[in-house]
């Protein structure tokens, strides 16, 4: 008889998402106490608010910047650190829990850097476009973008299984347009905002950026160009 397994019966969540978790839920966990007045004093009430100011991502500053040519680091770090910076306590635990679901998904095939890659250069992705396009909201806050570019990776690998399965492989992107449906509903029942765009602008930096991130990919890629 073989020894007893002693080990877990859950994958280890990738540290990378296990990081970028606690980042999030940390910094929740500040303006939490701070605003009932456990940390802080009394100005730690309006942590967030200031949180939101220097390191959100802000349509008319950037806009100025377009304008007049110059892209100091102080205003370039808001295309990142905006993802860790929520509006509230809801938005961040939604968030949150997407980052580890679709986080654990991804980065137990991706390599750790290139599941953070994906995160950050879809948020990016997000942000600028959300900055050309979507004037009439200038903040944008919150991880949702860069989790739509996990999103992306997880209809990459969907759209790979079935392609293997030789399955039809629009299958792969339920997912997206179940959330985008709910997006609509919701905003025509409460009242929407343009924030979607970062979010759809996110999903396909994700998408695409997958081809090549993903074990293979760019070996992939090449064999599918030269085999063209």
Known sequence: MSPPSHGSPFNPMPPVIVALFLVIVG??????????????????????QQAIRDY??????FGWMMQNGVWPADHLKRFVTYTV????????????????????????VFAQWATLALFVLSAVAGA?????????????????????????????????RL???????????????????LQLVFGLLFGGNST???DVAGFACGFVLSFVLAPGGWARVRAKIRHR
């Open 27 to 48: 910094l929740e966990a500040l303006f939490f106490l701070g605003a009932r007045g456990f940390i802080g004093g009394p100005e730690a009430v309006g942590w967030r």
């Open 56 to 61: 959100a991502f802000n349509v008319e500053i």
């Open 85 to 108: 910076v929520h509006g509230s306590f809801t938005h961040t635990l939604i968030a949150g829990v997407m980052v580890l679901a679709l986080g654990k998904f991804v980065g137990e």
């Open 128 to 160: 600028l476009v959300f900055g050309l396009v979507g004037p009439e909201r200038p903040w944008l806050v919150g991880a949702f973008p860069g989790i739509y570019g996990l999103i992306g990776g997880f209809t990459y690998l969907m759209w790979l």
């Open 163 to 181: 392609g293997q399965m030789r399955a039809q492989q629009y299958r792969a992107f339920i997912l997206i347009g179940v959330l985008m449906g």
């Open 196 to 198: 979607w765009i970062a």
